[in-house]
């Protein structure tokens, strides 16, 4: 931890502006030669000094507190709760978080936002990972089990199949998930961010109508992944041609989806992934595919050297959610994705 800690301060004495005249790049490289663990260099000390004083992240340091990123912050802290200094961390945001919920159990992305969206599970699964409020978490997972999209009426369904005539659109619009925020259309990102919440919860919250939830969810990702495998926002194909599947919403995707290891659909997107994977140049793209791939159980290189090699050239742009998934996908308790002990959960 010495040695960690002197890496992390003398990065932290590099120019602030990527490549501004070399020198990061070059004490980048001579860092990640030395074999030091880019988390403990570079991901916690930069998530660390993030943190707002109110205790939540923005999406860049400085920036204004928002939901999405507390949430990943939080949830890379949990995955490191025995490194130094991570409690303290845990606790301002986990604070901030709960005092960011709406009365209806709901959260939006910003405390100036009134109405409910996608974060609700973010938030959920960030609290749930760290242990804490499940009274809020069950509040949370209530209402996403309440929040239908628009899809699903007959008038609806109707005028889709004439637009699907027209588009040569292939799917089924009976099959609803969940919206970005409630009254609009399913997509595949906040429907994948539902499922993983509602399928954390307790034996004991697991009721019909979540189970009914988590089915007809499920069944409306696997309608809409792309022919050669994996996601993209949820349109798989439209006038005739196949959609082109991305990282993110395969990654999300497939891990809501891990029940149904078995399916054609999960197999053709894991093989894609892995493809993709190996092309991958962004650090985003990288660590949510190495700890997706890593959860099924696929070989996948050592994270590291690829983090280091992202970093010096580009710094992740000091984004607050790059940080964050890169510090999951080499956290040694990834405790966010299995099911939380019952207790304090009530009905």
């Given at each position: 931890m010495e040695r960690s800690g002197h890496v992390a301060t003398e990065l932290m004495d590099l120019p602030a502006s990527p490549g501004s005249d070399?020198?990061?790049?070059?004490?980048?490289?001579?860092?990640?030669s030395a074999n030091s663990s880019f988390t403990e260099a570079v991901s916690l000390p930069f998530l660390r000094q993030a943190q707002n004083a109110d205790g939540a992240w923005?999406?860049?340091?400085c920036a204004p507190s928002s939901v999405e990123p507390t949430c990943?912050?939080?949830?890379?802290?949990?995955?490191?709760?025995?490194s130094a200094d991570c409690a303290s961390h845990i606790e301002r945001a986990r604070e901030w978080l709960c005092q960011a919920q709406l009365p209806d159990g709901s959260w939006g992305n910003c405390p100036r936002q009134k109405e409910g969206t996608w974060c609700t599970a973010l938030a959920g699964l960030a609290l749930q990972a760290c242990g804490a409020a499940p009274?809020?978490?069950?509040?949370?997972?209530?209402?996403?089990?309440?929040?239908?999209?628009r899809e699903g009426g007959l008038w609806w369904r109707l005028r889709m199949w004439r637009q699907s005539k027209r588009?040569?659109?292939?799917?089924?619009?009976?099959?609803?998930?969940?919206?970005?925020?409630?009254?609009t259309a399913s997509w595949v990102e906040p429907t994948s961010y539902a499922l993983l919440l509602l399928g954390a919860l307790p034996d004991?919250?697991?009721?019909?109508?979540?189970?009914?939830?988590?089915s007809m969810g499920e069944a409306m990702l696997l309608n809409r992944v792309c022919p050669g495998g994996g996601w993209n926002c949820g349109n798989p194909v439209v006038y005739g041609v196949p959609g082109e599947p991305s990282v993110g919403p395969t990654v999300w995707a497939l891990l809501a989806l891990r029940e149904q290891a078995d399916r054609q659909e999960v197999s053709n997107s894991l093989?894609?992934?892995?493809?993709?994977?190996?092309?991958?140049?962004?650090?985003?793209?990288?660590?949510?595919?190495?700890?997706?791939l890593r959860?099924?159980?696929?070989?996948?290189?050592?994270?590291?050297?690829?983090?280091?090699?992202?970093?010096?050239?580009?710094?992740?742009?000091?984004?607050?959610?790059?940080?964050?998934?890169a510090t999951l996908a080499q956290a040694p308790k990834p405790n966010w994705l299995h099911h939380q002990p019952s207790n304090g959960y009530k009905i």
């Open positions: 070399g020198s990061r790049s070059e004490r980048t490289a001579r860092l990640a923005g999406y860049a340091p990943w912050a939080l949830l890379a802290f949990a995955g490191w709760v025995d009274e809020a978490v069950t509040r949370g997972a209530r209402w996403l089990s309440n929040a239908w999209p588009l040569l659109i292939s799917q089924d619009h009976s099959l609803r998930g969940w919206g970005w925020t409630p009254g004991h919250l697991q009721t019909q109508a979540v189970t009914r939830r988590r093989r894609w992934l892995e493809d993709t994977y190996e092309r991958s140049e962004g650090p985003a793209s990288i660590a949510q595919a190495h700890w997706c959860l099924y159980g696929r070989p996948v290189p050592p994270l590291d050297p690829a983090l280091w090699n992202c970093y010096a050239r580009n710094q992740f742009f000091d984004n607050v959610l790059a940080m964050s998934w």
